[in-house]
T-cell receptor, first 118, second 118 residues
Framework: DGGITQSPKYLFRKEGQNVTLSCEQNLNHDAMYWYRQDPGQGLRLIYYSQIVNDFQKGDIAEGYSVSREKKESFPLTVTSAQKNPTAFYLC?????????????????FGAGSRLTVL | GENVEQHPSTLSVQEGDSAVIKCTYSDSASNYFPWYKQELGKRPQLIIDIRSNVGEKKDQRIAVTLNKTAKHFSLHITETQPEDSAVYFCAASSLRGAGGTSYGKLTFGQGTILTVHP
């Protein structure tokens, strides 16, 4: 699956429950990202990590949490504090290439996880 | 932070016509501008990118132009085909070197739904 595997593909959650979306990559990429996709709003950055054991908030981090304990894994937890969690979630990774040469900033995306809150 | 505006939100053309999608960005430090294509039910994939030291880049039927002064860049698709139908996203990022490494938090536009009618 292009080196990035997201699971589950579909997830249903009751209000008030936390859920964790899995993202695993075997591309040996340094940086990993979580985006949220809503119709008409493009891809909005939730969290990103450029190195193991370090991560930064994106533009819409409230109600989400992440961890980066291993280079290949970057799970996203959608907490009960997220007011409108129903969305399509995309994980991506990027090689931490030197300089600014070709391919240095190309994102490789996973197939996505669709979360529906009932 | 960076803000990327993309227009139009929907674009409908006849097969063989040209399609143009425009984006503007706000951060003058941005120097890398990729375009991603997302077919229905699939993950986004890079189709072309341009760096700020270049004004235009072509790859077969697609081309991207950049006007740094005006802070806008555009995607041009010529001789459109039904398989070009998809959602197209522009993005902007700054590639900075520090110790030889690249950074780059990509900020995406809202997306354009392109429909090519046979």
């Amino acid at each position: 699956d292009g080196g990035i595997t997201q699971s589950p593909k579909y997830l249903f959650r009751k209000e008030g429950q936390n859920v964790t979306l899995s993202c695993e990559q075997n591309l040996n990429h340094d940086a990993m990202y979580w985006y949220r996709q809503d119709p008409g709003q493009g891809l909005r950055l939730i969290y990103y990590s450029q190195i193991v054991n370090d991560f930064q908030k994106g533009d819409i981090a409230e109600g989400y949490s992440v961890s980066r304990e291993k280079k290949e894994s970057f799970p996203l937890t959608v907490t009960s504090a997220q007011k409108n969690p129903t969305a399509f979630y995309l994980c991506a990774s990027r090689n931490y290439a030197t300089g600014t040469g070709s391919g240095a900033n190309v994102l490789t995306f996973g197939a996505g996880s669709r979360l529906t809150v009932l | 932070g960076e803000n990327v505006e993309q227009h139009p939100s929907t674009l409908s053309v006849q097969e063989g016509d040209s399609a143009v999608i425009k984006c503007t960005y706000s951060d003058s430090a941005s120097n890398y501008f990729p375009w991603y294509k997302q077919e229905l039910g699939k993950r986004p994939q890079l189709i072309i990118d341009i760096r700020s030291n270049v004004g235009e880049k072509k790859d077969q039927r697609i081309a991207v132009t950049l006007n740094k002064t005006a802070k806008h860049f555009s995607l041009h698709i010529t001789e459109t085909q039904p398989e070009d139908s998809a959602v197209y996203f522009c993005a902007a990022s700054s590639l900075r070197g520090a110790g030889g490494t690249s950074y780059g938090k990509l900020t995406f536009g809202q997306g354009t739904i392109l429909t090519v009618h046979p």
